[in-house]
């Protein structure tokens, strides 16, 4: 019996979803689906009941789940005690930020910190919100700037930030690329470079969404992983893509960075910021970089 296999047991029991608690741990259903057999298995018990459309617990499952509980949240309780008592020994503060922050949001704040704690050094990860929140978790960063998750693990505490405005990457020789605002309306018959949604759902969702909502259908002509590669790609006239204003400030030779005309709608959320760290631990270098953006989060929203 193994911890993960307790945490997949309690996340399906919380859940009753096997797709929504595999969203919630950042593993695949297939996965946790083993990992709920090899606890079963190891047990000689049927903890949970699947049909196509509904899970539910045994009786079994009910009397294990308040134990299984009591064993995690020990180990970690156990697990985040070391740690604080690792970290006072050390002054190292760990970031994680998602790329677009680390293009915008960290060269403004950092040196505000530094100059309230010179003696704070500091390591920056440079990452998407699923490869930033299991690293918050296991310890290996201490605050990470991310989208919001649609599921939070509740061992974490998410802060709203603010949402990150829209532009057009355009290539400069573009007609597009001498307007001043470019609409939805004006991309219709145009190629797009689109993130991958299954790491960068919040970016490939905002362009999708604002096509559909304005009644049409996006022309995806590439796919691509980091911002980087994308402007990268617009530079060499493989198309046009929608990214968030701070990724201007990567001043790519041939680009043109345009205002989007953003009618009202959902899609208008979708790049929304905030701040995460493990909750119930204790800091002193991350809880001073918590307050030093508490201060500076309104001028940081004016550039965003």
Known sequence: M???????????????????????LNILPASLGRHIKLLEDSLGSRLLT????SVVLTQSGSEF????RDIVERADKLEASFRESQRDK?????IGAIDSAAVGLIPQIIPHFREAYPGIDIQLLEQKTIRLLPRLLTGRLDVAIVRPPEVVDQ??????????TAVVAVPSSHPLAAKKKISVEDMADEPLIVPDKGSRP???????????????????AQIAEEKQTIVNLVSTGVGIAIVPRWISRLAVDGVNFVSLDLPSGSARTRLALSV???RDTRDTARDAFLEILHQQTEQLALTA
């Open 2 to 24: 193994e911890l993960r296999q307790l945490r997949c047991f309690i996340a399906v029991a919380d859940t009753l979803h096997f797709g929504r608690a595999a969203q919630k």
């Open 50 to 53: 699947r049909t196509t459309r």
């Open 65 to 68: 789940l308040a134990a299984a």
């Open 90 to 94: 050390t002054s190292v503060l760990r």
């Open 155 to 164: 061992r974490l505490m998410l802060k709203s930030l603010f949402h990150e």
């Open 202 to 220: 919040h970016s490939h969702d905002l362009t999708i969404k604002l096509f559909l909502e304005a009644g049409l259908s996006a022309r995806v």
């Open 276 to 278: 995460a760290w493990v």
